[in-house]
Every structure is written in C-alpha cells, then in structure tokens.
C-alpha cells in the first residue's frame, strides 16, 4: 500500500477504498489528457474534420510539391512600410495605429491553388498576405483575398467545396453535376459564388484590392470593442484586364509586372477599416458588409521591394491570420480558427521537406525613391 500512498500522494491514514478512489480520479484524468491529444489528431473520430485532413485534401487536389504552400503556393516576397494616418487609434490601442507611426513590412503576393508552376492567369484568386513588425516583438500577420467575399461560410463546407471543384482530367473543369450537388446543398455558397464571378478583375496585383473576408474585433485603450473587416484599397487607380495579357506567353506575367512597377517607384495601398453594425453577421464571411457603411482610413502600406522566395525570407514564414497585436482579436467567425490550424499543419509539413527553387524568379528589386 506504501506504493499506492506514494503515486497518490495518500496519507496513510486514508482506507484502501478512498486509495483506490484517487488512482480512479488520476487515471481520468491521464486518459482525459491522451484523448484531447487524440482527438487534435483525428485518431479517435476519422469522421471528424481535423487540419490534417484539410491538408490532406489540398494535396488530393494538387499533387505533392514539397517544400510548397499547400494553396496559395505561387508568391513573391515584398518589402516597405506601413505608415499610420491616425485615424486607427480610437479603434484600437494596437501600437502601430497610434498617429505618425511607421511600422516595418514584410510579405507576399500569391495566387490561389497549390499548383507552385502554373501559369498566371488573370482570373484566378489574388491574395496579399502581410507581416507588421511591430515594436517589443510584436507581430501583426495578415493574409487577404482579392474576392467581395469568401465562398464558404464554415470549415466542412469548405473541405466538401474542394471536393466538388476539382477539375476532371478529361476536361480540366470541374464537374458540373458534383458543383451542383455543392450549391444546392450550401445555397449560401452559390449566393457568394455569384459575387465573386461578377467582381472586376484588375490588370495585376498593384492595382487591386485586397480583403480581410473575416471578420475581426478591434480593442481600444479603454477596453471598447469594434467589430471590423479591412481592405486593402490600391492608390493606383483600376485598370480591367484586357485580352492581351489573357495571351501573353510569359506564364509569370502578373508576377512580373508587379515586379516592374516596383522598379518604376513604391506600389501603395491604403487600409480602409469598414466598421460593422450589430446587426451584421460577424460569423458569416459569405455576406458583404454593405458598402455604405461607416469606414475609416487608418494608414498606407508602401511597397518598396520585392524578392523571389528563398531561405529567410517570406517562405518561411507561417501567415497566421490569429497572430495578432494587442488591440486586435479574432471575432466568432469559424474559419479564423480553422484557416490558422491549416496553416499550421501545411507550415509543419513543408518545413520538414526538400526545397525547390521558386517558380517565379525575380532578381531583388528596389523601387526608386520612397
């Protein structure tokens, strides 16, 4: 019994059955412990989405390319600053609103898909992910989408939309009949589709706006929330994409050009803060905000330099949408968690494998004055 005392830290006045009882409690809960890790896994529910299966379909649809994103896997890392107007600081205590403050930039312009060597076309989802390098270790990290809205309003249905997209080897399209099957089983996803299809497509990356889809909360120094969604608006103004790029041989053009204006001087965007009524859905990122809503312009992000992946720069580094400065926090939307658990997932995997040389290969570039 002296062992028992010893595991369970039992006095030895206590009577074997109350011994027994504490061994029961400690055994609960070592089991208790090994099921949550299980769970996280997808070990005792196969059934159950997990990140890794989320992952796992990404390279069903795409093929393996170590080394790559999962999604979003064609990039070019850029380089500025983000410079503050102000008008942020009522909104939230985050340091890098606080007016005249110019915070460092990293990050990344990317096109969806997990295809690290498909050709550039005009069409296909833009993002533009970005890391604030605030002061005291401070981290801000944003990636943004391109589209009015996002095209699924949960993580399942996201994973069952992968499914129902992916093009036919035959045809290269996806087939009609799974997709209609999708849509009428998620008809606020058909809602969404239609937005996106009927958005402008700009001629590249520097003329296009970026947006958050999510939906986040800003705290201010006196503990005020706000709800939000953000954009990036381009300064260069819009021009629609014309039949001539649609034929241009050159498979990296959108990435080019970009690379060209850089040359040419700073792309800027500014980021435009759209503040959401109660009455707006904060867990639904299928619905846009209406665009008359209260906005504020918080500041500009200024390009200044771009760079092909490589080791330590913008390859390595983890777009978490939930790494986040004090004066930010997530909202109730259920894809923040499920987008950062999958990034998490894809990071760890390609982390571990053999790095190919980027697909788009840019020399650096320094754009001319600031």
């Known amino acids: 019994m002296s062992l028992l005392?010893?595991?369970?830290?039992?006095?030895?006045?206590?009577?074997?059955r109350a011994v027994f009882l504490r061994l029961g409690a400690i055994g609960a809960l070592v089991a208790g412990t090994a099921g949550a890790f299980a769970y996280a896994g997808g070990w005792l529910?196969?059934?159950?989405?997990?990140?890794a299966r989320i992952v796992d379909r990404?390279?069903?649809?795409?093929?393996?390319?170590?080394?790559?994103?999962?999604?979003?896997?064609?990039?070019?890392?850029?380089?500025?600053?983000?410079?503050?107007?102000?008008?942020?600081?009522?909104?939230?205590?985050?340091s890098l609103f606080a007016a005249g403050q110019v915070t460092p930039v990293t990050g990344r312009i990317a096109l969806a898909g997990g295809q690290p060597s498909a050709a550039d076309a005009v069409a296909t989802v833009r993002s533009l992910a970005?890391?604030?390098?605030?002061?005291?270790?401070?981290?801000?990290?944003?990636?943004?989408?391109?589209?009015?809205?996002?095209?699924?309003r949960t993580p399942e249905a996201f994973y069952a939309q992968l499914l129902a997209a992916k093009p036919d080897p035959a045809t290269g399209?996806?087939?009609?009949?799974?997709?209609?099957?999708?849509?009428?089983?998620?008809p606020e996803s058909a809602k969404a589709a239609a937005l996106i299809k009927a958005r402008t497509i700009t001629s590249g990356f520097a003329d296009d706006t970026?947006?958050?889809?999510?939906?986040?909360?800003?705290?201010?120094?006196?503990?005020?929330?706000?709800?939000?969604?953000?954009?990036?608006?381009?300064?260069?103004a819009a021009t629609a994409e014309s039949p001539a790029q649609t034929a241009r041989a050159d498979k990296n053009f959108l990435f080019d050009d970009f690379a060209a204006v850089i040359r040419q001087g700073p792309v800027r965007w500014h980021l435009v803060v759209t503040l959401g009524a109660p009455k707006e859905a904060s867990a639904d990122a299928t619905l846009p905000w209406p665009s008359e809503g209260a906005s504020v312009d918080v500041g500009r992000v200024v390009v200044t330099a771009t760079e092909a992946e490589a080791s330590g720069n913008c390859r390595d580094v983890n777009f978490d949408p939930l790494v986040l400065p004090a004066g930010i926090v997530g909202s109730d939307d259920p894809?923040?968690?499920?987008?950062?658990?999958?990034?998490?997932?894809?990071?760890t995997r390609?982390?571990?494998?053999?790095?190919?040389?980027?697909?788009v290969h840019d020399t650096p570039v320094s754009g001319a004055g600031l």
Request: glycine fraction near 10%.
């Open 350 to 359: 390609r982390a571990g494998e053999p790095k190919a040389p980027s697909a």
């Open 58 to 94: 990404f390279e069903q649809i795409n093929g393996p390319h170590p080394g790559f994103r999962r999604n979003h896997a064609k990039g070019l890392c850029l380089a500025g600053r983000f410079e503050s107007s102000g008008g942020g600081a009522r909104l939230s205590k985050a």
């Open 130 to 152: 970005l890391r604030f390098h605030l002061p005291d270790g401070e981290e801000w990290r944003t990636g943004n989408n391109d589209i009015p809205v996002f095209p699924v």
């Open 5 to 16: 005392n010893d595991l369970t830290g039992a006095s030895p006045g206590l009577s074997p």
């Open 45 to 51: 529910s196969p059934g159950d989405l997990t990140q």
């Open 210 to 236: 970026f947006r958050s889809l999510n939906a986040f909360r800003f705290v201010a120094a006196d503990g005020n929330e706000t709800l939000v969604r953000w954009a990036f608006v381009p300064e260069q």
């Open 173 to 186: 399209k996806p087939d009609p009949e799974a997709l209609k099957a999708f849509f009428a089983a998620h």
């Open 335 to 347: 894809l923040l968690s499920a987008r950062s658990a999958a990034y998490s997932q894809s990071f």
